[in-house]
T-cell receptor, first 110, second 111 residues
Framework: DTGVSQDPRHKITKRGQNVTFRCDPI?????LYWYRQTLGQGPEFLTY????????KSRLLSDRFSAERPKGSFSTLEIQRTEQGDSAMYLC????????FGPGTRLTVT | GQQVMQIPQYQHVQEGEDFTTYCNSS?????IQWYKQRPGGHPVFLIQ?????EVKKQKRLTFQFGEAKKNSSLHITATQTTDVGTYFC???????????FGTGTRLKVLA
């Protein structure tokens, strides 16, 4: 257990529905990453926060994806109008230098 | 765009044999991190290398960062069954906060 928690751990949704995931970081870590990982692949960068500011977002990320980190504490990742290709593990990591990953949210879009 | 490749993709070794995975970036890196992911688990940080030509050791693990800061390697001496998992490198570059993870090397250790 790294101290980073994610909720829910599993989410099954129908294509076209919206989903929201939550990440609770280690409290003293002001830097937070979201990644997406599919089977057999390495984590793919989605976005980066420093405190409440979203400083970088992957250019590969469609407009259906949005992330927030109000007050620089927990973060949420929302996917609108889900597609089957969104099925993946969504990982949150917080970091002073090394990245502490949460257990992830496994999304299945049917 | 920037790519980080790892070879080999898979490696099966007998317990006690050595193992090496290589990481190559298409662009110069500012630093490189290594992670281990067990089946069904999440990536766990192993080490960060920053300096050109840097070598760091952790017990049976030896990490190297190339002189040109475009490649890196992880060497495990005398593998054990607890070494099973997928090893990822993750490259950071100047001017961006993102890390690009490599394709990973899946290690299987046969007892």
């Amino acid at each position: 257990d790294t101290g980073v928690s994610q909720d829910p751990r599993h989410k099954i949704t129908k294509r076209g529905q919206n989903v929201t995931f939550r990440c609770d970081p280690i409290s003293e870590h002001n830097r937070l990453y979201w990644y997406r990982q599919t089977l057999g692949q390495g984590p793919e960068f989605l976005t980066y926060f420093q405190n409440e500011a979203q400083l970088e977002k992957s250019r590969l990320l469609s407009d259906r994806f949005s992330a927030e980190r109000p007050k620089g504490s927990f973060s949420t990742l929302e996917i609108q109008r889900t597609e089957q290709g969104d099925s993946a593990m969504y990982l949150c990591a917080t970091t002073p230098v090394e990245q502490y990953f949460g257990p992830g949210t496994r999304l299945t879009v049917t | 765009g920037q790519q980080v490749m790892q070879i080999p993709q898979y490696q099966h070794v007998q317990e006690g044999e050595d193992f090496t995975t290589y990481c190559n970036s298409s662009t110069t890196l500012s630093n490189i991190q290594w992670y281990k992911q067990r089946p069904g688990g999440h990536p766990v940080f192993l080490i960060q290398l920053v300096k050109s030509g840097e070598v760091k050791k952790q017990k049976r693990l030896t990490f190297q960062f190339g002189e040109a800061k475009k490649n890196s390697s992880l060497h495990i001496t005398a593998t054990q069954t607890t070494d099973v998992g997928t090893y990822f490198c993750a490259g950071g570059t100047s001017g961006t906060y993102k890390y690009i993870f490599g394709t990973g090397t899946r290690l299987k250790v046969l007892a």
